[in-house]
């Protein structure tokens, strides 16, 4: 056990580090357990929901599932392999304990429940355990009423309701606001605790050797999935850790995949950059295709891709820059009385960023229908007029200033990567055209095209920097200028080449990226982006920069934490991670630098 894995289970005023935790989730929720046994978020029934456990954003009011050992102790965790299963080990100095948490995948199809199981297993020794529920309901403002049925203890809410089942797990104790326990494990002793839940349906209670049989199939089905990947190239683990990651994020209700698990974990404490990403963003749905038909997950991005395409059916031809997960168009961005993230306020639910105009996102749309219909995969003929109609209107809106991939909450501008991404928008659906599976504009898509084009190289490119920059007016650099790279966007000179040049220069520090140095009518700063790092990774490789690639790969990989999770951001200078978490854009572009390295190096 090492000093940093040590210092993981310290807590300072109720909170630990972002990157103490671990994501488990069933595909309509995820639950994040911190190394020292307490469960800290959890949105019920679905990931985008109230939180019922919400102490990492108020480690007071906000609720949560404690289970840890009552004297000092060591941990060591892991999921098992090629699974979303948590296994954490706890050594004192009396035993050796070991605790396996999964968010349980239901019998057959799904069911309206969510069940929650923690098995405890005795390894050596005894070691005494505590445990406490602590349900919040609806981020802590709703009442909680503890009670028993059929001579188990459960806490509800309105039509919400929590079950606390529980097996050799020491005779549960009902307080005013929470459920507790207390047992010994022996060599070879098994407890078990299980939560069910029910939403404004009836409350089932299930026997130990169902949880049991659910534990098993649902190990089973995690192996399973991640055994139909067909990646063998370099960083195997991590590619499928985070190919397993963004599993977690796919609403398998709808097909949607979210940005993140949580809302407003803060991107620097104290500040106010705190969002909500429980969305589902359009600006990453040709990362999402690319990414998922290089692994082999062929049904999730089929999935994916409709559920975009039906979701923008309520705003079409207009984008939406975001939307809910069961394909909603509704964001309104507002503040919860809780006390934040070690008191980073305000905590936010919504995303105001649904309301902005952002070029970008109908190249990533395009591009996304492009890799779809390159992948094989058919595009029906009302489809074809859809991303037809999006494409015209491309042509209407290019020159209007918008508010950027990053969402900048200051005056929209003439953002360079948003006019890229108008070009690639306008020349794949030329593209689709020409192999006849869109209605055929496509004379007219490429002359507008050749205008972005032409606007783009006058006006964004700085001769003293030889980087294209961040703005028309703007003598800055972007880091999502790498973006543009990876889409394909097609520059002359090599103008793209010697803006990743730029860009290590003036936003890297190490093997982290930042995004930008410009104003962006926030106050305050914000950590290393690591997708952006990711994206650099990626850019190099395409730039037939491998032996560059390569290193700055490692390095990157060796900040994720224990169990191979990222959040959105780092600290440069502690390795503290800042923003939300599991943050899925930053295994999305794990995943393709991976691949791309290599196809690269392939003969």
């Known amino acids: 056990m090492t000093l940093a894995a040590a210092a993981r289970c310290e807590r300072r005023d109720g909170y630990t580090a972002i990157e103490s935790y671990a994501a488990i989730g069933d595909g309509r929720t995820v639950a994040l357990v911190a190394s020292d046994g307490s469960i800290d978020w959890l949105c019920l029934p679905d990931l985008d929901s109230a939180s019922v456990f919400g102490g990492m954003l108020d480690a007071r009011r906000g609720g949560h599932f404690a289970l840890a050992p009552q004297d000092p102790f060591t941990v060591e965790r892991r999921y098992l392999p090629d699974t979303n299963v948590l296994e954490t080990t706890f050594s004192t100095g009396a035993g050796v304990a070991r605790v396996t948490d999964a968010m349980l995948l239901p019998d057959g199809e799904l069911t309206p429940g969510r069940e929650l199981a923690r098995k405890i297993d005795g390894v050596s020794g005894s070691v005494e355990f505590h445990w406490r529920v602590e349900p919040r309901f609806g981020y802590g403002g709703r009442r909680t009423t503890i009670g028993l049925r059929a001579g188990v203890p459960m806490a509800s809410a309105g039509g919400d309701a929590m079950a606390v089942c529980s097996w050799d797990a020491g005779e549960p104790i009902r307080g005013a606001d929470a459920i507790e326990g207390r047992f010994a494990t022996a060599a070879g002793s098994s407890a078990l605790i299980a939560l069910a839940v029910a939403h404004q349906e009836p409350l089932v209670l299930p026997p130990r050797r169902d949880v049991e049989r659910r534990l098993r199939s649902t190990v089973a089905f995690w192996q399973r999935w991640a055994g139909e990947r067909n990646y063998q190239g370099p960083w195997r683990d991590a590619v499928m850790r985070s190919a397993l990651a963004l599993k977690l994020l796919f609403h398998a209700s709808s097909g949607a995949i979210a940005a993140a698990a949580t809302?407003?974990?803060?991107?620097?404490?104290?500040?106010?950059?705190?969002?909500?990403?429980?969305?589902?963003?359009?600006?990453?749905?040709?990362?999402?295709?690319?990414?998922?038909?290089?692994?082999?997950?062929?049904?999730?991005?089929?999935?994916?891709?409709?559920?975009?395409?039906?979701?923008?059916?309520?705003?079409?031809?207009?984008?939406?820059?975001?939307?809910?997960?069961?394909?909603?168009?509704?964001?309104?961005?507002?503040?919860?009385?809780?006390?934040?993230?070690?008191?980073?306020?305000p905590v936010r639910v919504g995303n105001g960023a649904a309301d902005q105009m952002q070029l970008d996102i109908y190249g990533e749309l395009l591009q996304a229908a492009w890799l779809y219909a390159g992948n094989g995969d058919g595009l029906d003929a009302d489809t074809g007029r859809r991303l037809a109609e999006m494409a015209d209107l491309v042509c209407h809106i290019w020159r209007q200033p918008d508010s950027g991939i990053w969402e900048v909450r200051n005056q929209p501008g003439h953002f360079t990567?948003?006019?890229?991404?108008?070009?690639?928008?306008?020349?794949?659906?030329?593209?689709?055209?020409?192999?006849?599976?869109?209605?055929?504009?496509?004379?007219?898509?490429?002359?507008?095209?050749?205008?972005?084009?032409?606007?783009?190289?006058?006006?964004?490119?700085?001769?003293?920097?030889?980087?294209?920059?961040?703005?028309?007016?703007?003598?800055?650099?972007?880091?999502?200028?790498?973006?543009?790279?990876?889409?394909?966007?097609?520059?002359?000179?090599?103008?793209?080449?010697?803006?990743?040049?730029?860009?290590?220069?003036?936003?890297?520090?190490?093997?982290?990226?930042?995004?930008?140095?410009?104003?962006?009518?926030?106050?305050?700063?914000?950590?290393?982006?690591?997708?952006?790092?990711?994206?650099?990774?990626?850019?190099l490789a395409r730039d037939g920069r491998v032996d560059d690639a390569i290193p700055l790969m490692e390095e990157l990989l060796a900040l994720a934490n224990d169990v191979g999770l990222y959040a959105e951001e780092i600290d440069a200078d502690t390795g503290r991670f800042q923003g939300n978490f599991p943050q899925g854009l930053v295994h999305l572009a794990l995943i393709n630098a991976a691949v791309t390295i290599a196809e690269a190096d392939k003969p």
């Open 417 to 539: 990567h948003s006019k890229m991404l108008c070009w690639v928008a306008l020349d794949r659906a030329a593209k689709l055209a020409e192999a006849g599976r869109i209605p055929d504009r496509a004379g007219r898509w490429r002359q507008e095209a050749a205008a972005v084009q032409a606007f783009v190289e006058a006006n964004c490119w700085s001769e003293h920097k030889q980087s294209y920059v961040r703005a028309v007016g703007s003598d800055e650099l972007d880091a999502a200028l790498l973006f543009a790279a990876l889409m394909g966007y097609e520059d002359p000179d090599r103008r793209l080449s010697k803006t990743i040049d730029a860009i290590r220069r003036e936003l890297c520090e190490g093997p982290l990226v930042r995004r930008y140095s410009a104003e962006d009518g926030l106050s305050g700063a914000e950590g290393a982006f690591l997708t952006c790092s990711f994206w650099l990774v990626d850019a």
């Open 263 to 345: 809302t407003s974990l803060p991107e620097a404490l104290g500040g106010e950059r705190n969002w909500d990403y429980r969305f589902s963003w359009v600006r990453d749905s040709a990362f999402t295709l690319e990414a998922l038909q290089r692994l082999g997950v062929l049904e999730e991005a089929r999935a994916f891709f409709w559920w975009m395409l039906h979701a923008s059916q309520l705003t079409h031809p207009r984008l939406q820059v975001l939307y809910r997960l069961d394909g909603g168009t509704r964001a309104v961005e507002r503040t919860l009385p809780l006390e934040g993230y070690r008191r980073s306020s």
